[in-house]
C-alpha cells in the first residue's frame, strides 16, 4: 500500500473495515439462537480471562492460558465443526446460485398433491428434496428406490400399512432415490417441544445440508417446510407451493387440488371412487378403530 495514494489507502482500509463487519454480523447471525450462542459467549469469557491475566499481570493465570492458547483452534474447530460445514455450505451455495439457475423442468407439483392427500387423512410424512449439496450418505440409509417422481408412488409409500412409510424420502432432480431412510435429529434448544422425532429429522437434514424438507403431521396434518435449520409451520397449499417453486428457482405451474367431500353429501358413486385410492384411506375417521 507504500505506492498508493490517501484517497486509495483510505478507500481499502475502509473496504477492510467493511468485510470484516459484514464477517462478524454473518456469524452472529448464523449463531443466533443456536447451541453455538452460548458457547460463543463462554468463549467470550475465556478470552476477557486472557485479557485480564495480560493487563493485571496475573502470572499463575498467564501460564495457564498460555500453555492452553496452542490447542484453542483445535478446540474451536471441533467445537463449531456443526457450524463451519454449515456455513462453507452456504457459501457454497451462493456460489452455485452466482453461475445461474438450475436447468431442468422438474415440476415439484405431486409432492404438493401429496401433501394435500396426507393433510386430508393426517398421514405423516417426511420428503426431502435435494439441492446443489448431495445426499447420498443418507440415500444409502434407507432403501434404494432410483424411481420417477410422482404422486401416486408417495401415496403408496407413505400408507400406514406400507413397510416403508417410516422415515424420509429423498428426492433427487424428478426422481424419488430412496425411502425409508434415517436423518439426523436437530438438537437445537430453542425448538418447541411440541415437534416430534419427524420435525427434528426434517430440521436435522437442514442444519446440514442446503436441503428442503416438506413435513406433514401425523397428529393433526399440519403441512411444515423446513429449509436452512428453521421450519416454517402451518403453511397452505398455496403457499407450500410458492416456497418449492421461490427456492428450487423454476416455476411450477397450479394444478387443480383435490378437495376433500363432506360425508353426509356423499354419493355411492363418490364414495366407491375415492375409496378406489386404497383400502387403508380413512372416512373421515368415523370408525375409531379404523387404522391410520
Known amino acids: 500500500m507504500t505506492g498508493l495514494g490517501p484517497w486509495a489507502q483510505g478507500a481499502l482500509a475502509a473496504l477492510d473495515i467493511l468485510l470484516v463487519a459484514v464477517l462478524i454480523y454473518q456469524v452472529l447471525v448464523m449463531i443466533r439462537g443456536t447451541r453455538a450462542a452460548p458457547m460463543l459467549a463462554g468463549l467470550a469469557a475465556v478470552a476477557a480471562a486472557?485479557?485480564?491475566?495480560?493487563?493485571?499481570?496475573?502470572?499463575?493465570?498467564?501460564?495457564?492460558?498460555?500453555?492452553?492458547l496452542p490447542y484453542?483452534?483445535?478446540?474451536?474447530?471441533?467445537?463449531?465443526?456443526?457450524?463451519?460445514?454449515?456455513?462453507?455450505?452456504?457459501?457454497?451455495?451462493?456460489i452455485s446460485f452466482l453461475r445461474g439457475p438450475v436447468s431442468g423442468s422438474e415440476a415439484y407439483d405431486d409432492i404438493v398433491l401429496a401433501a394435500n392427500l396426507f393433510q386430508q387423512q393426517q398421514t405423516g410424512a417426511l420428503i426431502v428434496i435435494e439441492r446443489d449439496i448431495g445426499?447420498?450418505?443418507?440415500?444409502?440409509?434407507?432403501?434404494?428406490?432410483?424411481?420417477?417422481?410422482?404422486?401416486?408412488?408417495?401415496?403408496?409409500?407413505?400408507?400406514?400399512?406400507?413397510?416403508?412409510?417410516?422415515?424420509?424420502?429423498?428426492?433427487?432432480?424428478?426422481?424419488?432415490?430412496?425411502?425409508?431412510?434415517?436423518?439426523?435429529?436437530?438438537?437445537?434448544?430453542?425448538?418447541?417441544?411440541?415437534?416430534?422425532?419427524?420435525?427434528?429429522?426434517?430440521?436435522?437434514?437442514?442444519?446440514?445440508?442446503?436441503?428442503?424438507?416438506?413435513?406433514?403431521?401425523?397428529?393433526?396434518?399440519?403441512?411444515?417446510?423446513a429449509l436452512g435449520g428453521k421450519i416454517e409451520r402451518e403453511l397452505g397449499l398455496e403457499q407450500l407451493r410458492e416456497r418449492l417453486s421461490s427456492e428450487l428457482r423454476r416455476h411450477m405451474s397450479p394444478v387443480a387440488l383435490p378437495t376433500a367431500i363432506p360425508h353426509k353429501e356423499e354419493s355411492?358413486?363418490?364414495?366407491?371412487?375415492?375409496?378406489?385410492?386404497?383400502?387403508?384411506?380413512?372416512?373421515?375417521?368415523?370408525?375409531?378403530?379404523?387404522?391410520?
Not at 168 to 173: C, D, E, P, S
Not at 273 to 287: F, I, K, N, Q
Open 72 to 94: 484453542a483452534v483445535f478446540a474451536l474447530i471441533v467445537v463449531f465443526q456443526s457450524e463451519i460445514r454449515h456455513v462453507l455450505a452456504d457459501l457454497g451455495r451462493r
Open 268 to 292: 355411492d358413486a363418490m364414495r366407491e371412487a375415492r375409496l378406489d385410492l386404497g383400502p387403508d384411506v380413512e372416512s373421515d375417521g368415523d370408525d375409531p378403530g379404523e387404522k391410520r
Open 135 to 225: 445426499l447420498r450418505t443418507y440415500v444409502e440409509s434407507g432403501v434404494p428406490m432410483d424411481a420417477r417422481l410422482s404422486y401416486d408412488l408417495l401415496a403408496t409409500i407413505f400408507r400406514p400399512s406400507a413397510p416403508l412409510h417410516d422415515g424420509a424420502v429423498i428426492v433427487q432432480k424428478n426422481r424419488i432415490a430412496a425411502a425409508a431412510c434415517f436423518l439426523p435429529l436437530s438438537m437445537n434448544p430453542v425448538l418447541s417441544t411440541q415437534l416430534g422425532t419427524r420435525h427434528r429429522a426434517g430440521i436435522g437434514i437442514t442444519e446440514e445440508t442446503d436441503a428442503i424438507a416438506v413435513i406433514v403431521s401425523e397428529e393433526t396434518g399440519a403441512i411444515s417446510l
Open 50 to 68: 486472557f485479557l485480564l491475566a495480560r493487563v493485571g499481570e496475573l502470572p499463575t493465570l498467564n501460564w495457564l492460558i498460555s500453555r492452553l
